[in-house]
């Protein structure tokens, strides 16, 4: 997940513990991800996907047209 979060462009703001938190210069929120077992709650990415349609994001190196 964390992969995916960097290629649109968010960058690690920070660790504590087993929360991660990533910042997007464009967008006002951050992204909160916990580290369970090796995976990304399933609610957390439902918000990512919701930021990325929010802000009309896309992968770095892709175009919007």
Not at 38 to 58: D, S
């Amino acid at each position: 997940m964390c992969t995916i979060v960097e290629d649109f462009g968010f960058r690690l703001k920070g660790r504590k513990g087993s929360h991660i938190i990533y910042m997007h210069d464009e967008v006002k929120e951050l992204l909160n991800f916990q580290d369970v077992s090796g995976k990304a709650n399933p609610y957390r990415v439902r918000l990512f996907i919701k930021i990325i349609e929010k802000y009309n994001l896309v992968e770095e190196g892709e175009s919007s047209a």
